[in-house]
């Protein structure tokens, strides 16, 4: 299956101990970058997260960002120590019986340390949830990833068939050009009224015809083209083959235009390569 290393998602999760936001981006990337951003009372899942990043994905710069807002009615719930509120009483009225002087302020002992304090989030609870969370954004970021792979893989193979078809029409236009430079030689020594044995001649026409041959170079192409198609059709990460066989199919098209004796050969040698750029264009955004 094919992956782009482009691709967006967002989650939103409400608990009753509030709401998170999860997201993931990521963009091109020749080795895989990573870059996380927690709330610091979660920053001990950094690693896990990162990990689980790595086993998912080889290339692209990665962004993972949490969003964390806590509910506003469990920030406010508020214990109160019964006990220590009793003892505190008790501790107060014999003081009071003691020195026969002052009063108990309810307010005193409820502002004393301990008395009235806030509920305490399970911090292990929400981190638990919050890894059940990004466990399924990163599947409907890997999905992303596969569908705009498909995409892409689409673009590739439409362009695959127009290199197929510019190589069959140099191929069928080859013979026909062979004996057309072969009177064009012949009507120059004419002009020049250069006589060769008819030997001589023969063998300095076989040699020009071998060094602007481009059968080699079209059965290249040929191969480089099936090669192509095949490694799409694997599973495995692919980005950096498919790159080296657009290297492969651009060095050939190369070779094709410096070969060319007319302008067919070079009108089609420009159009092989603005095909095999638009590939590698698109090859970038590939896993």
């Known amino acids: 299956m094919i992956s782009?290393?482009?691709?967006?998602?967002?989650r939103?999760?409400?608990?009753?101990?509030g709401k998170i936001t999860w997201e993931l981006r990521s963009v091109n990337q020749r080795y895989l970058e990573i870059y996380i951003r927690l709330p610091e009372q979660f920053r001990s899942l950094d690693p896990i997260i990162r990990e689980r990043i790595r086993l998912s994905l080889t290339r692209g710069k990665v962004e993972c960002n949490l969003y964390f807002d806590t509910n506003v009615t469990t920030q406010n719930t508020l214990i109160f120590n019964e006990k220590l509120a009793k003892e505190l009483i008790k501790t107060a009225q014999w003081v009071k019986i003691q020195s026969d002087e002052g009063e108990i302020d309810p307010l005193d002992i409820l502002r004393w340390p301990g008395v009235m304090t806030p509920l305490e989030q399970?911090?292990?609870t929400i981190s638990t949830e919050l890894l059940s969370g990004f466990d399924n954004v990163l599947?409907?970021?890997?999905?992303a990833r596969e569908m705009e792979g498909n995409a892409l893989k689409i673009l590739i193979e439409q362009r695959l068939f127009s290199v197929i078809a510019e190589v069959a029409k140099v191929r069928q236009q080859m013979p026909d050009i062979l004996v057309w430079y072969r009177e064009r030689l012949l009507n120059k020594l004419a002009d020049v009224k250069v006589k060769l044995e008819s030997n001589r001649l023969e063998q300095e026409l076989v040699m020009?015809?071998?060094r602007i041959d481009i059968t080699e170079e079209l059965d290249r192409l040929d191969v480089h083209v099936k090669e192509t198609y095949q490694v799409l059709t694997t599973k495995d990460v692919v980005g950096r083959r498919l790159d080296f066989i657009m290297q492969e199919l651009n060095r050939e098209a190369n070779t094709l235009a410096s070969k060319s004796v007319n302008a067919y050969i070079t009108a089609c040698a420009?159009?092989?390569k603005v095909l095999i750029?638009?590939?590698?264009e698109q090859i970038q955004n590939i896993e």
């Open 12 to 17: 939103n999760i409400t608990h009753t101990w």
């Open 4 to 10: 782009s290393m482009t691709a967006f998602t967002r």
């Open 270 to 272: 420009i159009e092989l």
């Open 122 to 124: 399970d911090l292990d």
């Open 277 to 280: 750029e638009q590939m590698r």
């Open 208 to 210: 020009l015809a071998q």
């Open 139 to 143: 599947n409907d970021f890997l999905s």
